[in-house]
Every structure is written in structure tokens, then in C-alpha cells.
């Protein structure tokens, strides 16, 4: 299967919107809207790109990748490391998860705490007892996830609605001036306040999640996983787009009569506690817990896993103690001390991880200059680290004069020239390197069959090769053919893979299964097995399933997974007892599925095929070709 069905693009592109829609969305587009007030929609249009559009190709361009650690590791291992780790420490303790607690508290506690209270206090006894709840359902977050997953979106949506719809006929309410921030330049304004939202850095790890779950309904093939993942992509992010300009509408509405709140939440409780009241101040804070509290759980479980597998020593019990631990202590600096703290960090990750996105879809082009992707994301991170030093103060001298000096500068985006310098540089270097650039594309091939058919086909393809088989047992849990050889073939590639040196390396697994009315014919056991498996394909049409496992190792050691399943359809002439038996005594039918090979005497009994002749022979071998042509010089 290539696509789809229609429910199932439209489930995909759910589930991304949710993953992409915590609490933290809510609070910064009514903030946007309220201080860019007449100039709310051009802000709008720059916080569409780096919070919709570029989160959105994010998604694809990992799923395209292979995963993160896949894509930053074509700029360098250690690259991978450092920036993975800041990943982490962004959308989990050191941003992230406290900042699902702060925003709870000034939505759901703030409002209703008397006057004369210490709301300080309040504070760190709420944290508290937030932290450890969602550390005790982070052991166990199934429980919770699968029953608000059922009606958390639905209830953030209605309220948005119900509020936007009112709001519309809010009398009291007037577009207001644009602060002094939003006069000049809204867009550029608006394309750095995208940041806040983490979203095109949280994108870098959803885009596996989401390719691996269009891969378990049946689509295999790589360009479609990709297309199928753009679709979903642009359901999410329309539904983020409708929803993001309802809640900038909304603050800016206000924008004439209060533009004084320090951030988002105020804004939101402002304009709600005007329009219902008390009433809609505990609606509003009941669902801001709700979903806060989800995604504290879900960010506590994501880093704890992370760094369980970097660290495993560690157990994951141990990881969720110490992360929830340090967000409680981070959380009580309040969060608009928090978004100030998360400025300069997301300002220095962000650059990069859009330019890595933009690599990743420049990477058919690009792939064959290696200098390319480590170059550009030197110059892009160099800029943004000296950037933010220069905001912070810190004396630079000749640097921070070249900065001051270059497009962009006081727009807070002076990264995208040297990004475009690096990318020119990278190109002419590989260019003058090539030698280099030539050996690092010469690859190994190991067949991980011993399969003399197989070998056969290889070698009628061209490529140089090796053969060696796994020992692993065959064990699969699937019940489709189709995926039982892809899991065959997967385990196969990958237990000879452990066995070698990971570095410009290509491994190839297969498995071929005979399919006769949706039960399973493997190798037969003995001559009468073979016989009865014989006389059950005559006069009918059965099925021929060859999984493919390709493993691509590049010099990094880095691996990028091709994994597809072909059927070919067969149609057996009657036989005779006496043709069946004759054929079983004069050929070697124990290692074939089916007991029988179409390339031999069998060949006269096959009336027709309908689909790939060499994938019935065990091998699909054009479309190995297609895959490997790229990826090595035969």
C-alpha cells in the first residue's frame, strides 16, 4: 500500500496537531495579538512560519531522515550529541516542564488566591504537589494519556471556539495601538515570538514518531511515508493556523482597552474573565490543568526515556525523580522570568534546527558535497552564540563589530547570511576536495542471504558484494504477510549488521514468504510436506511476498533504513500426482517457500504472474537497484 485511506490521513494529521498543541500554544498567540494589536495579522503571518511552517516541515524532513539522530549526524557525531542533549533539555527541565506548571498556576490558581496572600508561597506549595503528581503518573503514563487523549483536544478546542465566537461581539473590545516592539517590524517581531512555542524544535522528534505510525498501516514505501506525512502535516497545520489567528484575534481585541499583561496568560484570563465572568475564569483553569498537567507527563516520560538509553545505568525511576525535581526548582521563578531566560536559549537552537530542516530538503541535491551540512550549521551556530553573548553584554570586540555590520542585524536574524556564506563554502570546498568526497561514497555491500538465487541477481545488477547469513532465528509476531517478511528480512540485516564495522557499510536482508488464502507457506519440512503444499497451488493463484531490509551505514556510522515488502501474484496450471512428484525427486524444493522455484523446471507449470517475476525468484532486485544506485559505485 502507497497512501492512506482518507480516515487514516485525517486520524495521522490529528494525533501531529496534538503533539504539537500543549498549554504553552495557548498563552502566546493572545500575547502576540495583544501587543501587535492594529498590526495583529502581519505579526500573525511571521509566528505562522516559525510556529506552523517550519514545525510542519520539520516533521517531514526528520520522517524523510530517518530520525534526528539520523539527520544532525551528517553534520558531525558530536554535533548530534550536543544538540540532541539541548533538544532535550529545552522542551523537558530546563524550559518545558516548568513552564506546564507555571502556566497552570497563573491560569487555574492565580486568580482565585485573596488578596493579602502570599502568592509566592502558594506557588511553591502548588509546584510541589503538581511535580509529584506527575511524577507518579509518569511511571504509569498509559493510564492517563489514553483517557485524556479521548477528550483533552476536543475540550481545548470548544473553549477556543466558544471564547472566539463571543469575542467576535465582545462591544467593549478595540484593536489598540501596536507597542513600540510590533511598530516597525510585526513580521520579523511575530517570526521570532514563533519561537516560544518549541514547537520546530519538539518537531525534530515528533517526525520519527509520526513516520513510524504511517509505516504500521501499511505504507512502506519511503516517498510515500514522506507524502503521507506532509498530508498529515498540512491538516495539523491548518488546524494550528485557524486556532493560532482565533487567539490573536482574541487578544487583540483588548488590545485598546488592556495591554499590560506581562504574557499570554494574563491576556487569556483577562479577556475571558470580561466576557463570562468567574465562571469562565474556573472553566478556563480547570482545562489549563488538565492539559498541563498531560503535558508535563508526557515531556517527564520523553526525557526520561532519552536519557535512560544515553545513560543506562540510570534507571528511568531515577531520571523522572531528578527532571521533575529541577523543574519545580525552575518553575518557581515564575513564568514570565522563564520566557525571559528562554529567549536567548531558544535564539541560539533555533537557527540551527531551521537550517537543518532546509538541508534535509536540499538533501538530494546536496548529499553528494560533504562538507556542506557541518559547514553551514557552523556559521549558523557561530552567529547565533555571538548574537546572544552580544545581547547579554559580553565585549567581543572585532566580532561584534563584523555582526553589527551584516543584513539583518537589528532584525535579530543576522544568522541567515552566514548560514547562506556557509552553504557556498561548504559546496566549493567538496567541490575542490573531491578525491575525498569520491572514497567517503564507496560503500561495502554484505548480502545477508544465502540464497543462491539471490546472489545470482546481485551479480546480474552489477554489484560487488559479500555474503554473510544470520544466524538469528526466525521469529515474528505480525500476521500479514507482507509484514512478516519485513520483519524477517529487518531481523536478518540487522543481526549480520551488529557483526561488522558500522562505517560505509550497506547490508541487505530478505525473506520471501508463499501465501495461499491468507495462511503462510514456508520451506517444507519434508517431501510429503512439499507435495502437499504443491498440490495445494495448482488451479489456482496464490501469493509471493519478498520483504527487503536495507541498511545504509554511512562514514559516521549513521544508518538510514529502507525496509519494503513486494507481492507478485501466481497462477499454477492442474498437475498431475505424477508431475508433482517427479518435479520433487529431481529438485531440491527444501529451501524454497512453496517448495517449488519459478526459474526452473517449475516454469512449465505456471500459466501467469501478475506483478515482479524476479520478486517470485526471491529477489526485487530494479528495486534494490534504485535504491542502491545513490549510495555506492559499483
Not at 534546527?353 to 557561530?382: D, E, N, Q, S
Request: aromatic share 10%; net charge neutral.
Amino acid at each position: 500500500m502507497n497512501q492512506l485511506t482518507k480516515k487514516n490521513t485525517i486520524l495521522v494529521g490529528l494525533t501531529l496537531f496534538s503533539m504539537f498543541f500543549g498549554a504553552g500554544n495557548l498563552i502566546f498567540p493572545p500575547f502576540l495579538g495583544n501587543q501587535a494589536g492594529v498590526n495583529v495579522w502581519i505579526a500573525m503571518a511571521g509566528f505562522a512560519v516559525t510556529a506552523i511552517g517550519f514545525p510542519i516541515f520539520g516533521v517531514a524532513a526528520v520522517a524523510k531522515s530517518g530520525g534526528l539522530d539520523v539527520l544532525a549526524k551528517r553534520v558531525h557525531p558530536v554535533f548530534a550529541s550536543i544538540f540532541t542533549l539541548l533538544i532535550y533539555v529545552s522542551i523537558g527541565p530546563g524550559l518545558a516542564i516548568p513552564r506546564t506548571a507555571s502556566t497552570s498556576f497563573e491560569m487555574a490558581v492565580l486568580p482565585f488566591i485573596p488578596t493579602g496572600i502570599d502568592a509566592g508561597k502558594v506557588q511553591l506549595i502548588y509546584s510541589a504537589a503538581f511535580f509529584f503528581v506527575a511524577f507518579l503518573i509518569a511511571l504509569k503514563p498509559e493510564k492517563l494519556t489514553e483517557c485524556l487523549g479521548k477528550f483533552l483536544t476536543p475540550c481545548l478546542l470548544a473553549l477556543i471556539f466558544i471564547v472566539f465566537v463571543r469575542a467576535l461581539f465582545f462591544k467593549s473590545g478595540s484593536f489598540g495601538a501596536s507597542t513600540e516592539a510590533y511598530q516597525a517590524g510585526s513580521f520579523v517581531k511575530g517570526f521570532l515570538e514563533g519561537y516560544q512555542t518549541m514547537d520546530t524544535i519538539a518537531a525534530l522528534n515528533f517526525g520519527i514518531v509520526i513516520a513510524l505510525g504511517i509505516r504500521a498501516k501499511g505504507v512502506t514505501e519511503e516517498r510515500a511515508v514522506v507524502k503521507e506525512t506532509m498530508k498529515a502535516g498540512l491538516i495539523a497545520g491548518g488546524l494550528l493556523l485557524a486556532i493560532y489567528s482565533a487567539l490573536c484575534y482574541i487578544g487583540a481585541m483588548v488590545s485598546g482597552t488592556y495591554q499590560n499583561g506581562e504574557n499570554g496568560a494574563q491576556v487569556l484570563t483577562y479577556v475571558v474573565q470580561k466576557i463570562f465572568g468567574q465562571a469562565g475564569l474556573v472553566l478556563l483553569g480547570v482545562i489549563f490543568l488538565i492539559a498541563c498537567l498531560n503535558t508535563c507527563v508526557g515531556l517527564l516520560c520523553c526525557c526520561s526515556e532519552y536519557f535512560k538509553e544515553l545513560i543506562p545505568k540510570v534507571p528511568y525511576i531515577v531520571w523522572s525523580a531528578v527532571f521533575a525535581g529541577i523543574s519545580f526548582l525552575v518553575s518557581n521563578l515564575g513564568l514570565s522570568n522563564i520566557l525571559k531566560v528562554s529567549v536567548p536559549i531558544l535564539q541560539t537552537i533555533y537557527p540551527m534546527a531551521i537550517v537543518l530542516i532546509v538541508l534535509a530538503f536540499l538533501h538530494p541535491w546536496i548529499a553528494k558535497w560533504r562538507f556542506v551540512y557541518p559547514v553551514t550549521i557552523l556559521m549558523t551556530g557561530l552567529t547565533s552564540v555571538f548574537y546572544i553573548l552580544g545581547t547579554l553584554g559580553v565585549k567581543m570586540g572585532v566580532i561584534t563589530t563584523v555582526l553589527k555590520s551584516l543584513p539583518l542585524y537589528k532584525e535579530q536574524l543576522v544568522w541567515i547570511i552566514p548560514a547562506i556564506f556557509g552553504l557556498a563554502v561548504g559546496i566549493l570546498s567538496s567541490i575542490l576536495l573531491p578525491k575525498r568526497g569520491e572514497k567517503m561514497r564507496k560503500k561495502r555491500i554484505v548480502l545477508a542471504s544465502a540464497s543462491p538465487r539471490r546472489s545470482e541477481l546481485m551479480k546480474q545488477a552489477g554489484f560487488t558484494f559479500e555474503i554473510q547469513v544470520s544466524k538469528k532465528e526466525e521469529v515474528y509476531q505480525s500476521e500479514r504477510p507482507d509484514e512478516i517478511v519485513e520483519e524477517l528480512s529487518l531481523l536478518k540485516a540487522e543481526d549480520v549488521a551488529q557483526s561488522l564495522e558500522q562505517e560505509n557499510v550497506i547490508v541487505i536482508g530478505a525473506d520471501t514468504v508463499v501465501a495461499l488464502d491468507g495462511k503462510i507457506l514456508g520451506k517444507p519440512k519434508s517431501k510429503e510436506d512439499a507435495f502437499a503444499m504443491i498440490q495445494s497451488l495448482q488451479g489456482r493463484a496464490h501469493q509471493v511476498y519478498t520483504g527487503t531490509a536495507i541498511l545504509i551505514f554511512d562514514e559516521f556510522g549513521n544508518c538510514r533504513t529502507v525496509n519494503h515488502a513486494v507481492c507478485t501474484e501466481v497462477f499454477v496450471n492442474p498437475m498431475s500426482e505424477e508431475e508433482i512428484t517427479d518435479y520433487i525427486e529431481h529438485e531440491n524444493v527444501m529451501d524454497k517457500a512453496g517448495a517449488y522455484g519459478i526459474q526452473g523446471r517449475f516454469a512449465i507449470h505456471i500459466d501467469k504472474i501478475e506483478g515482479d517475476y524476479y520478486n517470485v525468484v526471491g529477489l526485487p532486485i530494479s528495486y534494490i537497484y534504485e535504491v542502491l544506485k545513490e549510495e555506492v559505485e559499483r
